[in-house]
T-cell receptor, first 113, second 113 residues
Framework: GAGVSQTPSNKVTEKGKYVELRCDPI?????LYWYRQSLGQGPEFLIY????????DSGLPNDRFFAVRPEGSVSTLKIQRTERGDSAVYLC???????????FGSGTRLTVV | QQQVKQSPQSLIVQKGGISIINCAYE??????FPWYQQFPGKGPALLIA?????SEKKEGRFTISFNKSAKQFSLHIMDSQPGDSATYFC????????????FGGGTRVLVKP
C-alpha cells in the first residue's frame, strides 16, 4: 500500500484481556518500529525490527508486551493481561533500511476499561 | 530520563507570524534531529530534519537552527498559516543504533486567522 496501515484503528478491551495490534508497513521497507503515545505526550519507543528479527526491544515496558514479524513484513504487537495503564495510541512506522525519516501509521487507540 | 526537552508546551500565533519551538538534548551521541507534525487522529509526519554537521536547514517556510555546542535546536515556522495548527514534536536519534527516536513532549501550535 501507499502508507503504513494499522488495524484496528480503535480497540476497547477489558482489564486482564489479551489484545493484538497489527501493522502493515510500506512494501519493501525492511525496518519496522513500534511506539506508544500517551495523551498529551510524545511517542515512546517500544521495539524495532530489521527484517524478521527484533533488533532492539529495549523499550518494551515488561514481559506482558511482545511483538513479532515472522515474514519480514506485517508485524503484530501482542499485549497480555492488559492493564488500564496500557491505554494509549500505539504507533507503527517503517523505513527502507532503518535510515533517515520513517513513515508512521495513524495508530491504534487502545482503551482498557 | 527525559533526554529531549521541548518548549513551549503551547503557543498561539497570528496568521503571517513566526512560530518558534525550542528543543534541548542531553545525549551527545545523537546525530539525527527531525521535526514531526501531528494532526489529531493521525500519526506524526516528518517535516524537516538536520544532521549536526550543519547549523541551519531551510525547506519552504520551515527552518531548523542547530547549535551543537549548546545541544539545542529549534524550529521556525515563517508566515504561519491556519493549516499549520497542529502539534509539533522534535526528536533525536543515533542513526547507527537503529535510528530509534527519542521525542520531546510536543508543542501545540494554534494559528489564528
Amino acid at each position: 500500500g501507499a502508507g503504513v496501515s494499522q488495524t484496528p484503528s480503535n480497540k476497547v478491551t477489558e482489564k486482564g484481556k489479551y489484545v493484538e495490534l497489527r501493522c502493515d508497513p510500506i512494501s519493501g521497507h525492511t525496518a519496522l518500529y513500534w511506539y506508544r503515545q500517551s495523551l498529551g505526550q510524545g511517542p515512546e519507543f517500544l521495539i524495532y525490527f530489521q527484517g524478521t528479527g527484533a533488533a532492539d526491544d529495549s523499550g518494551l515496558p515488561n514481559d506482558r508486551f511482545f511483538a513479532v514479524r515472522p515474514e519480514g513484513s506485517v508485524s503484530t504487537l501482542k499485549i497480555q493481561r492488559t492493564e488500564r495503564g496500557d491505554s494509549a495510541v500505539y504507533l507503527c512506522a517503517s523505513s527502507f533500511d532503518g535510515g533517515y525519516g520513517y513513515t508512521f501509521g495513524s495508530g491504534t487507540r487502545l482503551t482498557v476499561v | 530520563q527525559q533526554q529531549v526537552k521541548q518548549s513551549p508546551q503551547s503557543l498561539i500565533v497570528q496568521k503571517g507570524g513566526i512560530s518558534i519551538i525550542n528543543c534541548a538534548y542531553e545525549n551527545t551521541a545523537f546525530d539525527y534531529f527531525p521535526w514531526y507534525q501531528q494532526f489529531p487522529g493521525k500519526g506524526p509526519a516528518l517535516l524537516i530534519a538536520i544532521r549536526p554537521d550543519v547549523s541551519e536547514k531551510k525547506e519552504g517556510r520551515f527552518t531548523i537552527s542547530f547549535n551543537k555546542s549548546a545541544k539545542q535546536f529549534s524550529l521556525h515556522i515563517m508566515d504561519s498559516q491556519p493549516g499549520d495548527s497542529a502539534t509539533y514534536f522534535c526528536a533525536a536519534s543515533k542513526i547507527a543504533a537503529g535510528n530509534k527516536l527519542t521525542f520531546g513532549g510536543g508543542t501545540r501550535v494554534l494559528v489564528k486567522p
